[in-house]
């Protein structure tokens, strides 16, 4: 039996596979390909304190061996979340991350006071990192380009709320170890690394961008050795978990980020090409473990032979 627990804070996940934002809608979309109880944590779509359309279509264009999106931050909002769709989660019982942000330091703290009492999650994850949403006042394109607001922003939601909070960074940065260490200044459980890398599509016959935002995110295997990279500098510098993200297809994959120094890895992309895929993951990583005769997860973490 091997142990596959991760704290984050106070709270104990099952297992530190765990289903990425804006790739797993909130979870009930899933139940056919999965048994999503089986998973860590399923951390939901973003959401706002106000509804957001997102941003004008195409937003999404299929690249080599990865995603380009530009979503925009489409929600309902979070009191619809919190109204419709966390007593799924809560009743399902699956650990449940949701994800909040905003467009002002404010918007970030009114948004997490609406994810207290009944239905709370297990933790939030403050997503400072979209690259398809631009922030009033913010001195830079996105909060996470910036350690003080990082530092701020992390501070004042985690005032605000009892649950763990895990702050997700942005890979489009000099140094993310700079980063890191401001959420954990700011008082962050942990931190989620990466969001996607800036990139765009050109149509050349039509002389056009393919997005209609012109930019999006990219995200895939693609990403995955700059995001190990990334994952490997910020554990470097910071003693609080990690979750590493980027391209994760496989278990193997999986255990690569964790040697890294993830304390737990969401699997995003991967879930649109094959649904039940975090399942897979979880699987492929257990047998690895099993090969490797690691008895528990937390001793395989950061365990880079360098
Ligand atoms: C989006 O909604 O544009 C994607 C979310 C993100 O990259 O954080």
């Not at 690249?63 to 909002?77: A, M, R, V």
């Not at 690394?193 to 995200?219: H, I, K």
């Not at 995003?268 to 008895?295: H, M, Q, W």
């Amino acid at each position: 039996m091997i142990d596959l627990k991760v704290r984050i804070g106070k709270t104990i996940f099952k297992n530190p596979v765990w289903a990425a934002s804006g790739t797993f809608g909130n979870g009930e979309e899933f139940t056919d390909f999965l048994k999503i109880t089986e998973i860590g944590a399923v951390v939901t779509k973003t959401v706002t304190r106000s509804p957001r359309r997102g941003n004008p279509v195409p937003r999404v264009v299929e690249t080599p061996s990865g995603l380009l999106n530009s979503i925009g931050l489409e929600n309902k909002g979070v009191e619809w979340f919190k109204k419709e769709q966390m007593p799924f989660l809560k009743e399902l019982g699956v650990g449940t991350i949701v994800s909040i942000a905003g467009e002002t330091p404010e918007e970030f703290v009114e948004c997490a006071g609406k994810l207290t009492g009944k239905n709370r999650p297990d933790a939030i994850e403050i997503n400072l990192s979209c690259p398809n949403v631009f922030h009033k006042g913010a001195r830079r394109r996105l909060f996470a380009q910036d350690p003080k607001i990082t530092e701020k922003i992390t501070k004042a939601v985690k005032k605000k709320i009892k649950c763990p909070v895990i702050t997700k960074l942005t890979p489009n940065v000099t140094d993310i170890g700079e980063i890191a260490r401001a959420a954990e200044n700011g008082g962050a459980d942990a931190i989620s690394l990466v969001n996607t890398y800036f990139g765009m599509a050109v149509d050349a016959e039509e002389m056009r961008p393919v997005l209609g935002n012109v930019t999006g995110g990219v995200s895939g295997p693609a990403i995955k050795p700059m995001a190990l990279a990334a994952v490997w500098s910020a554990y470097n510098e910071v003693s609080i978990p990690i979750i590493g993200i980027g391209g994760i297809m496989t278990g193997l994959d999986a255990a690569e980020f964790i040697l890294a120094g993830a304390s737990a890895i969401q699997v995003g992309t991967a879930n649109f090409i094959d649904p039940g895929r975090c399942a897979g993951v979880l699987k492929e990583l257990k047998e690895y473990l099993n090969r490797k005769k690691i008895k528990r997860i937390r001793d395989l973490v950061g365990k880079l032979k360098v």
